[in-house]
C-alpha cells in the first residue's frame, strides 16, 4: 500500500513497527548502518538490505553488482571501511541458470573492484510465483576508524549541503529499460561503490565531515527530508546547483516525474561544516566518481523541517517527501 | 439574509436579555444606549465574551425590546435574543458596564468598506478626520484583520498601541456619537501614521511607479492600469506572465467608464465587503496586458480610507463620490506563490525588488486576508476566493455534532472550524508548496480555534496523502477523518443549503485521489450524511505525466486524441511540440497507464486542440480563455455517448480532429455538448436514485457558462439545483465539506 518507493510512508512503517519490536540503542541511530563498539575493542559498523529490481539486467548493472553497491555505499556512508559482505539468494523455480550465473559473476566482479569479499552466503529455491525471478538480500560490515563520527542527526545550521554528481541515472535508467524509452543517448544506471570517494572525502575533511548518506530510493528529496527529521533543521537548496544529465531531465520531463524523487545508487549527499566545504569539494572532483560534485544548498534553521528549493526567478517551493508514487496534486 | 428574530416574552420589571451573533464591534452597545435612553429604560448593556447582555426596566420595555432586533446598527447580524424576568432593582440612568472574559460565544465581524458618513469627513476640512488615512466608525473598518482574540476590546486588538488622545475618548464615551465605543477610532493626534505622504505617492502612480501599498488585509502592489508600460514593468517584476490583474477604481459612479457591470454586479461591487467583481470591461481603456485573453476583468471599489484619499489626490478631486476616470491595478503583493505581505519591515524586504515604493503604517495586520473574488452566476454571486469582508461570518448547519477542525486541500486551502451549528471557515490561505504559506495555514488552525475557544473533537483532511493540508491534520493528535475530495465538494454544496438528506452531486473539478487510487474529477456522486457513494461520471482520459498534464495542454490534447482513435491526427495538432511524437507513441501502445475523468483536463484537452494553448502560465488560465471565446454554446448533434453511467465525449473529440473548426466554434460546441451531456447524466443518476436535488461542485463550476448552462439544463429536466453560493466551489470550499461528512464518521473504530 504504497510503501514501496521508499517515501514517507515507509519511514512511517519503519518506525511504526521495528523500531518498538527490536528497540535498541544501535537500531535508534536511524541511520543505513549501524555502528557499535567491538568486544576487542575498536568500532565496527554492519548493514543489511534487500534487492527487488526489475528488470533484473539494465543498462549499466544487474541486481548482482547492485546488491554489492548498496551494501558497500550504506557502509561507507558512515565512514567505515567496507570488508565482508554476505549474500542470501531466494530463486524463483524455473529461473534460467545461465542468468544466474551471469548475476553472481558480476556480483562477484564488483566485490573485488569494491575491495569487498562475499565470505558466506545461502540459497533457497521457491515455488513459481512465490518471487519474481530472484531476491538478493547482504549484509555488510566495515571498520570504523577512531575519532570518526558521521550521523544523520549531525547537520546544524549554516553547513554546507554537497552532492556527489548528477541525480536520477539509476531511476531513469531502470525505467527506460522497463518502458522501451529511445533516446539519443542510452541513459546508464550510475550504480557504482562509493567506498573509495568515501576515503578521500574523509582524509581531506576530516573532522568538518558531519554525516553522509546515498539518496536511493526516493531520491535527493527523500533523503534530505530523512536528514531534516533527524537533525530537526531545515535545508534550502538551489535547483540551478543540481546536477541533471540532459537525457535524464527529456526522460523524467516526458514521463512527468521529478529527478529529485528519482532513485540513484551511485551518488552520495555530504554535509560538512562551511570551513571544511571547498577541501571536501576539491577532493571529490578529483575523484572519478566525485567529478561533478557540486555544493548545492546549506542547512538552515527550521522548526517546520522542511527542504526548500530555491527555483528560477527567485521564486521556491518545498521539495516533497511523498508517501508513495507521485500522485498528481493539481486540482 | 433572514430577519432577525423578535424578542418574545411579555415583559414585567426588570428583564435579562441575552443577544448573540455578530453583535460586538458593530456599535450594539451605544445603540442599546440611545435606545435605552429613548424609552425610557434604566439598566445596562455589556460585552461578554457569550455575546452582549442587557438588563433593563421601567420606561417602555415593549418597545425598547422590539426596537432592538427591528433597529440594529448596519453590520450587526443577530441570531439569537433571550429574554428572561428577573426582580426590579429600582435602579436609575443606564450604563455601559466593563466587558467580562468567557467562553467566546459571540464573533468578530468582517472588515467592512469605510462608510458614506466616514467618508464625507475624510473630505471635509471642517473635520478632525480630515484627510486622515484611518478614519473609522462602528459602522465602517477593519475588524477582523486587527483583533487578536474575543472579546473585541481595544486591548485586544491592533489599536493596544495608540492610547486615544482627549477628542477621540470624549467620542468614544459619548453614547450620541457614532464613534461611540468604536475601538479602532483614531485621529491624526493620536492614531497610526501612513510612512508617507499622499500627495508622494500619487506623484510616483503619476510617473508609472509601482507603489506597494498597506492596506486593511495586507499588501497591494498598485500602478496605474491604463498605463501599459506599467503594468507590463509590475508582470516583469513580479514574474508572473498572464494571471489576471484585479483592478480598483474611486466608486460605483466611475464603473460606467471602464467596465458595463449588470446591476448585480455593481450592487456586489458597492457592498461593505467590498469584493473583487468579475464583470465585462469596455475594450480599449485599460493596458493591454492587464488580463491577456480574457473578457471580463476583476474590479473593486476603493475600501478604505487611504484609497480614497489617493484616487482624490490622482484625479485632483474633492468628492469621493464623484465619477474619477482613475484605474488601478490593485493586487495582492505576494512575491512567488508566497502568502500576502502583511509586516512592513517585511515589505520593505520582500516587496524591494517589485514596487518602487514601499508604502507602510504603523498599525499592525494582525490577521492576514486578501482581497475576495466573486462573481454572478445564474442571478446571484459566487466566489471563486472568499476572505476579506466575509470572513468570520460563520455558515449555519442543519445539524448538531462535534466539533470538528477540517484542514482542506493543497491549493487554495482554507480551514475550517465547526462549533455546536455553526461552521467558521477561514479566509483564503492558499497553496500549501511554500513555507510561509503552511506557516500560514498553522497560524490560521491556531487562530480559528483560540478565537472560538473549540478544542476539537476529530480532525479532517483529504484522502490524498502528499497534501501538506493531510501532513498537518496527521501531526495534529486528533482523531483524523479522510474525507474523498470530490465527496467533500459535494458535501460543501449541500450543507451550505442546509440539505440533512441525501443529494445527487455533480462534482466538476480539476483532480482529486479517489478511493480507488484513481484520479477522478468529473463524477456523479450521491452523498448522504457521512455516507456517499459514486455512480459514474466522465469517461477516463489518459493523464500522461501526472501534474505536468496539468500545466501542458498539449498533453491532454494527445491523450483525447487518443481516447477517440485519432492519434493519426497528432502531427497536426502538436506538431511543433518536440516531446508530441515519442509521447503519442507511448499513447499508442497503451503505455500511458495512469488515467483521469477529471472534467479539469477534459477542458485542457479541447483547450489544446483549439489551439487556445498548448502550456499553461497559471492553474486554469487554457479553461478560462476557452470560455472566454464562447458566443453561443451549442451542443454537437451524437457529441457524447452516456452508457452505465460513463459520459464519454468522444464522438465530440473525434469531430474535433476531423473538421478541425476554429477555436471560437470550437468553445461553443464544447460548452454546450457538455452541459448536455452532464444534463443527462445527472438525470439518469436522479432516475436511479430517486434524489432530485443536484450539488453542483469543484472547480469548474468557476466556469459561468458551465455554471449556467447546467443551471438552465437541470431546472429544464425538474431538477432542483444547488449551487456554491457561502463558499467558493473551488478547493477553497473544500475543508467546510470535509468537516460536514467528518462531523457524521463513526471514528470510534
Ligand atoms: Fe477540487
Ligand atoms: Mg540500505
Ligand atoms: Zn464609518
Ligand atoms: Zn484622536
Given amino acids: ?331 | 439574509m433572514a430577519p432577525p428574530p423578535a424578542a418574545s416574552a411579555a415583559p414585567a420589571g426588570r428583564v435579562r436579555v441575552r443577544v448573540v451573533g455578530a453583535v460586538q464591534g458593530v456599535g450594539m452597545r451605544p445603540f442599546v444606549h440611545r435606545l435605552a435612553a429613548d424609552c425610557g429604560v434604566s439598566g445596562f448593556v455589556l460585552n461578554g465574551a457569550d455575546g452582549v447582555t442587557i438588563e433593563a426596566e421601567g420606561g417602555a420595555l415593549d418597545g425598547f425590546l422590539a426596537r432592538l432586533t427591528a433597529e440594529a446598527p448596519p453590520l450587526a447580524r443577530i441570531d439569537g435574543v433571550a429574554v428572561e424576568a428577573i426582580a426590579p432593582t429600582g435602579g436609575r440612568g443606564f450604563a455601559i458596564a466593563e466587558s467580562r472574559a468567557g467562553r467566546a460565544a459571540t464573533r468578530i465581524v468582517a472588515d467592512a468598506a469605510t462608510c458614506p458618513a466616514c467618508r464625507a469627513e475624510l473630505f471635509d476640512p471642517r473635520s478632525r478626520f480630515f484627510g486622515y488615512p484611518f478614519v473609522n466608525c462602528t459602522h465602517c473598518g477593519p475588524r477582523l484583520t486587527i483583533t487578536r482574540r474575543l472579546p473585541y476590546d481595544r486591548p485586544q486588538t491592533a489599536m493596544a498601541g495608540f492610547p486615544m488622545c482627549a477628542a477621540c475618548a470624549a467620542d468614544y464615551g459619548d453614547p450620541a456619537n457614532r464613534r461611540f465605543h468604536a475601538e479602532p477610532i483614531a485621529c491624526p493626534a493620536c492614531g497610526p501614521r501612513l510612512s508617507h505622504p499622499i500627495g508622494e505617492i500619487a506623484a510616483a502612480l503619476r510617473a508609472g511607479r509601482i507603489v506597494a501599498l498597506k492596506g486593511v488585509g495586507g499588501f497591494h502592489l498598485v500602478a496605474d492600469a491604463r498605463a501599459e508600460a506599467a503594468v507590463a514593468e509590475l508582470r516583469r517584476r513580479k514574474a508572473r506572465d498572464a494571471k489576471p490583474f484585479a483592478v480598483m477604481m474611486a466608486n460605483s459612479a466611475s464603473l460606467a467608464a471602464v467596465a458595463a457591470p449588470t446591476e448585480a454586479e455593481a450592487a456586489l461591487a458597492r457592498s461593505t465587503a467590498a469584493p473583487i467583481v468579475l464583470m465585462a470591461v469596455r475594450p480599449g481603456v485599460l493596458a493591454p496586458s492587464l488580463s491577456p485573453g480574457l473578457t471580463r476583468v476583476g474590479v473593486m471599489l476603493a475600501y478604505a480610507p487611504v484609497h480614497h484619499l489617493l484616487f482624490a489626490a490622482l484625479a485632483d478631486a474633492s468628492d469621493p463620490d464623484a465619477p474619477n476616470p482613475t484605474v488601478l491595478v490593485a493586487t495582492s503583493a505576494n512575491p512567488c506563490g508566497e502568502p500576502l505581505v502583511v509586516d512592513d519591515a517585511d515589505a520593505a524586504r520582500r516587496l524591494g525588488g517589485i514596487a518602487d515604493l514601499v508604502v507602510g503604517h504603523d498599525r499592525p495586520i494582525v490577521i492576514r486576508c486578501d482581497d475576495s473574488v466573486v462573481q454572478v452566476v445564474a442571478g446571484a454571486p459566487t466566489y471563486l476566493r472568499r476572505a476579506r469582508g466575509f470572513v468570520p461570518d460563520p455558515i449555519p448547519l442543519a445539524t448538531d455534532g462535534p466539533d470538528v477542525l477540517a484542514f482542506g486541500a493543497h491549493l487554495k486551502a482554507t480551514v475550517t472550524v465547526t462549533r455546536g451549528r455553526e461552521a467558521f471557515v477561514s479566509q483564503h490561505v492558499g497553496d500549501l508548496d511554500t513555507a510561509e504559506t503552511v506557516r500560514f495555514h498553522r497560524e490560521t488552525v491556531d487562530h480559528l480555534l483560540s478565537l472560538l475557544d473549540v478544542a476539537p473533537d476529530r480532525v479532517a483532511c483529504d484522502l490524498h496523502p502528499d497534501y501538506r493540508s493531510t501532513a498537518l491534520a496527521e501531526a495534529f493528535g486528533r482523531p483524523v477523518v479522510r474525507v474523498q475530495h470530490h465527496a467533500a465538494h459535494v458535501a460543501a454544496v449541500a450543507a451550505e443549503h442546509g440539505v440533512a438528506g441525501p443529494v445527487l452531486g455533480l462534482a466538476l473539478d480539476g483532480h482529486g485521489l479517489g478511493d480507488d487510487g484513481t484520479a477522478w474529477g468529473g463524477e456523479a456522486i450521491v452523498v448522504d450524511g457521512a455516507r456517499w457513494r459514486r455512480l459514474g461520471g466522465l469517461a477516463p482520459l489518459a493523464l500522461p505525466g501526472g501534474d505536468r498534464a496539468a500545466r501542458e495542454p498539449w498533453r491532454m490534447g494527445l491523450a483525447a486524441l487518443a481516447a477517440c482513435g485519432r492519434l493519426d491526427r497528432a502531427p497536426a495538432f502538436f506538431g511543433n511540440v518536440a516531446l508530441a511524437a515519442p509521447l503519442a507513441r507511448r499513447l499508442a501502445v497503451g503505455a500511458e497507464r495512469v488515467s483521469t475523468s477529471s472534467l479539469g483536463r477534459l477542458f485542457d484537452a479541447v483547450a489544446a486542440l483549439a489551439g487556445v494553448r498548448a502550456v499553461q502560465d497559471h492553474e486554469g488560465q487554457a479553461a478560462m480563455e476557452l470560455e472566454a471565446l464562447v458566443r453561443a454554446p451549442r451542443a454537437l448533434a451524437g457529441g457524447y455517448d452516456l452508457a452505465d453511467g460513463r459520459l464519454s465525449c468522444a464522438p465530440l473529440l473525434r469531430h474535433l480532429a476531423d473538421a478541425r473548426p476554429d477555436a471560437a466554434e470550437t468553445a461553443d460546441l464544447f460548452h454546450g455538448t457538455l452541459v448536455a451531456g452532464l444534463a443527462e447524466l445527472a438525470v439518469a443518476t436522479a432516475r436511479a436514485t430517486g434524489v432530485e436535488r443536484v450539488a453542483l461542485g469543484g472547480g469548474c463550476l468557476m466556469n459561468r457558462v458551465l455554471a449556467e448552462g447546467l443551471d438552465a439544463a437541470l431546472a429544464a429536466r425538474g431538477l432542483s439545483v444547488l449551487h456554491a453560493r457561502k463558499l467558493p466551489p473551488n478547493d477553497g470550499g473544500l475543508s467546510f465539506g470535509q468537516a460536514a461528512i467528518a462531523r457524521g464518521a463513526d471514528i470510534t473504530n
Wanted: glycine share 14%.
Fill in chain 1, 1 to 331: 500500500l504504497g510503501h514501496g518507493s521508499g517515501g514517507r510512508a515507509m519511514a512511517d512503517l519503519v518506525s511504526g513497527i521495528f523500531r518498538e519490536a527490536f528497540a535498541n540503542p544501535f537500531l535508534d541511530q536511524g541511520n543505513d548502518q549501524a555502528a557499535f563498539p567491538t568486544p576487542r575493542g575498536g568500532r565496527m559498523v554492519m548493514t543489511t538490505d534487500g534487492y527487488v529490481v526489475s528488470p533484473l539486467f539494465f543498462p549499466g548493472g544487474d541486481i548482482g553488482s547492485l546488491a554489492v553497491h548498496g551494501t558497500v555505499n550504506d557502509i561507507a556512508m558512515s565512514g567505515a571501511r567496507p570488508l565482508h559482505l554476505s549474500a542470501s539468494y531466494i530463486v524463483e523455480e524455473g529461473f534460467p541458470l545461465a542468468d544466474l550465473k551471469r548475476i553472481a559473476d558480476s556480483m562477484g566482479r564488483a566485490a573485488r573492484a569494491a575491495g569487498v569479499t562475499i565470505v558466506t552466503g545461502d540459497t533457497k529455491v521457491v515455488e513459481r510465483g512465490k518471487a519474481d525471478g530472484l531476491f538478493i538480500s547482504t549484509a555488510g560490515i566495515g571498520e570504523l576508524p577512531d575519532g570518526l563520527d558521521l550521523s544523520g542527526d549531525r547537520a546544524e545550521p549554516g553547513d554546507v549541503v554537497v552532492l556527489s554528481g548528477s541525480i536520477g541515472d539509476h531511476g531513469v535508467a531502470i525505467m527506460s529499460s522497463r518502458e522501451n524509452l529511445e533516446f539519443e543517448t542510452a541513459i546508464l544506471s550510475d550504480s557504482a561503490a562509493l567506498n573509495g570517494l568515501v576515503e578521500a572525502m574523509v582524509a581531506a575533511a576530516g573532522p568538518h565531515l558531519k554525516l553522509m548518506r546515498d539518496p536511493t530510493r526516493g531520491g535527493l528529496a527523500a533523503t534530505l527530508n530523512e536528514l531534516a527529521h533527524q537533525s530537526g533543521v531545515g535545508f534550502r537548496i538551489e535547483e540551478a546547483a543540481i546536477p541533471v544529465k540532459p537525457e535524464v531531465a527529456a526522460a523524467c520531463e516526458l514521463l512527468g516525474l521529478d529527478p529529485l524523487n528519482v532513485a540513484n545508487e551511485g551518488k552520495l549527499v555530504a554535509v560538512v561544516s562551511p570551513a571544511g566545504a571547498d577541501a571536501l569539494l576539491a577532493a571529490m572532483r578529483a575523484h572519478p566518481l566525485g567529478a561533478e560534485a557540486a555544493a548545492i544548498g546549506t542547512v538552515v534553521a527550521d522548526d517546520q523541517q522542511f527542504v526548500q528549493m530555491t527555483t528560477g526567478f527567485g521564486g521556491g517551493r518545498i521539495v516533497d517527501w511523498l508517501s508513495g508514487e507521485q500522485l498528481p496534486r493539481i486540482c
